[in-house]
């Protein structure tokens, strides 16, 4: 017989072996079987939890996404097993999002852990045994697209490059780079474009098309110091790569600033989907629960009066 969890408990369970399984065999690849099966649970368990495969997949995509989003300072109880201890990175948390020109990102990281670092840290040090998520959703079509890797590779370019091969067969070829000082940094991501048609496989592309490994060629001669060099227009950059080329077409760019989002309706909403005691146990003192932006640090105080209002 399975532990008897709470339904919360039971639930968050299920969300974390289905996290495990989807990253490893795909969303197309795992059966509410597999998610059952390595949960210890009967399939009609999991089915009280989750109506439907995809249902559970969007639950694990907010799930995440929430976690990322804001931090509920008082709820938060950490309890690391033995297991979660060695395969845990510095950085337990790395985010970022971009939306029309708008960038944010948050890390959370043990300060002490980096402090003990001599050289440069490995992708594995740093991240542990992690996953990748990467969503793209496209304001003008309203589709959402999401994928979640292992993170593998020695570096996050790679990481990034891994995803784009696997999740979505794309061949890609992604550079990242900081200045000494590490207040710089730039990249560069290249892509084949899809060939595919409509109903054929989504992108009908090669890795080994002589025209991408020609294209891809030129761009891996990119220097990190370039990649870095905010006197050098992006303009500049792509004519030192591509000017032998019949044709390199340049379109309008978006200027790139940092910028949040955060708002005191979307807190109130998170907050209102806690039970009333969970509601509880985060209030302070002074009778507010306490809401920061961990992108922004912005603090959003919320009497529990209000709430319930
Ligand atoms: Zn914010």
Known sequence: MPPRL???????QLLEVALEIFARQGFHGTSMNDVADAAGVTKPVLYQHFESKREMYLALLEDVGNQLITR???????????????????????????????????????????????????????????????TFDQAM???????????????LAEAAQHFFSQSEQIPSLVRLAVNDTGHIAGGIL???????????ERLHT????????????????????ELVDSALPLENLLWRLFHEEEEVRILSTIPLSKGCRCSLEYVREVIARFGPEEREQMVDDDGFISV???FCSRLFPIKLSDLDA
Request: charged share 30%.
């Open 206 to 225: 090669r890795l080994d098309h002589p025209e991408w490994e020609h294209v891809r060629i030129l761009a891996e001669t990119i220097r990190a110091a």
């Open 6 to 12: 709470s339904a919360p408990a039971r639930r968050e």
């Open 190 to 200: 290249l892509q084949h474009l899809p060939e595919g048609e409509e109903g054929r």
């Open 72 to 134: 509920i300072a008082k709820a938060t109880s950490e309890a690391p097993d033995g297991k979660a201890q060695t395969e845990a990175g510095i950085i337990d948390l790395f985010v970022c999002d971009y939306r029309s020109g708008e960038l944010r990102g948050y890390v959370r990281f043990d300060s002490g852990r980096l402090a003990t670092e001599t050289s440069l840290p490995s992708l594995f040090s740093l991240f542990g045994k992690g996953y990748l998520a990467i």
């Open 141 to 155: 079509t309203k589709e959402r697209y999401q994928g979640i890797v292992p993170l593998e590779g020695s570096s």
């Open 292 to 294: 920061d932006c961990e």
